[in-house]
């Protein structure tokens, strides 16, 4: 299996709205990513899990809260979101967070902000 | 700081032309060096990489080669069809307290039959 699976693959929320992105992945990986990407734009890292602990954080705003409660799964958890915030979001995994190791991409959830 | 530079689109090519699509990075070290492929609405595929210098990458066709001298990892196919109209990244990793993707701004390639 050499698959990330992202699930919902459409999601409208108000900015008032609670929910969850999740992502999964069964090839033994120990690296996990969220990225966030705006339309004609490269993606944009937001979170970096390794051995289902964050290691990076790149500023993300609070109302992003990322969550790695095993070593396939990965959540962002989503709370009063902006407008702005509408995009779409990957998810990756590798196999360790070195160098060499390619990431690997789901297909994304299209997040719309209402 | 580390970058990576990718010739500006969008590119429009008919069917069976030859392409070329640029890509030079700017890095300390000596990172890995990735191809990666958008098609329309989905996320994006690992189409090729190189680890160090001289390798060349390849897949579907597609090649590219790891040079240190001029920082290059150009993007090559020698005919292309219209299944391969799509989001074209060149990206390098670094590691900074983990791996990061650093990825270039990204060519549109159409092809027209």
């Known amino acids: 299996d050499t698959e990330v699976t992202q699930t919902p693959k459409h999601l409208v929320m108000g900015m008032t709205n609670k929910k969850s992105l999740k992502c999964e992945q069964h090839?033994?990986?120990?690296?996990m990513y969220w990225y966030k990407q705006k339309a004609k734009k490269p993606p944009e890292l937001m979170f970096v899990?390794?051995?289902?602990?964050?290691?990076i954080n790149e500023s993300v705003p609070s109302r992003f809260s990322p969550e790695c409660p095993n070593s396939s799964l990965l959540n962002l958890h989503l709370h009063a979101l902006q407008p702005e915030d509408s995009a779409l979001y990957l998810c990756?995994?590798?196999?360790?967070?070195?160098?060499?190791?390619?990431?690997?991409f789901g297909p994304g959830t299209r997040l719309t902000v209402l | 700081g580390d970058s990576v530079t990718q010739m500006e689109g969008p590119v429009t090519l008919s069917e069976e032309a030859f392409l070329t699509i640029n890509c030079t990075y700017t890095a300390t070290g000596y990172p890995s060096l990735f191809w990666y492929v958008q098609y329309p609405g989905e996320g994006l595929q690992l189409l090729l990489k190189a680890t160090k210098a001289d390798d060349k990458g390849s897949n579907k066709g597609f090649e590219a080669t790891y040079r240190k001298e001029t920082t290059s990892f150009h993007l090559e196919k020698g005919s292309v069809q219209v299944s391969d109209s799509a989001v074209y990244f060149c990206a390098l990793t670094i590691i900074q307290g983990a791996q990061k993707l650093v990825f270039g701004q990204g060519t549109r390639l159409t092809i027209n039959p």
């Open positions: 090839m033994g990986h120990r690296a």
């Open positions: 899990y390794s051995y289902e602990k964050l290691s």
């Open positions: 990756a995994s590798s196999r360790l967070s070195g160098a060499y190791n390619e990431q690997f």
